[in-house]
């Protein structure tokens, strides 16, 4: 009997602390992308901004994908609001998430950020079904 000389793999772990002191909110709306920016900024009075393209390279199909992404800044409180896509012709940004249309990212001071004032002003706007407070950590 031949002793076979196997070599465990060596597993090395990445462990990443993220910092989540960032407000997420979902939306629904059948509409494009520059027309719900256009109606969020004529109702809400703010001043989103084309920021070029989130891009991702997806790993299963080796496909880019293009998600489009607005900014706006709140210079008085410190905040910085980021509308983007959900999805493009090549697939979704979150797969899990597939019936949320775009995704407004809240950054500013932890505790400060207005996530329910902003989630209860989308409601108001015409083109947007849903607005909703998603968990950053789900």
Known sequence: MK???IR???????????NLNFGLIGISSHENDYRLVWAINNTLN?????????CLLNHKTGINMEFSKFIHSDEERFLKFILMSNRCPEGYLFPDIRTLDYLVQLRGEPF????????KSLRRVSVISAAFIMDPRS
Do not use: D, W
């Open 3 to 5: 002793s076979k000389n």
């Open 46 to 54: 703010l001043n989103f901004k084309r920021a070029g393209n989130l």
């Open 112 to 119: 400060v950020v207005p996530t329910e004032e902003l989630a």
């Open 8 to 18: 465990k793999k060596k597993i090395l772990k990445l462990e990443v602390n993220q």
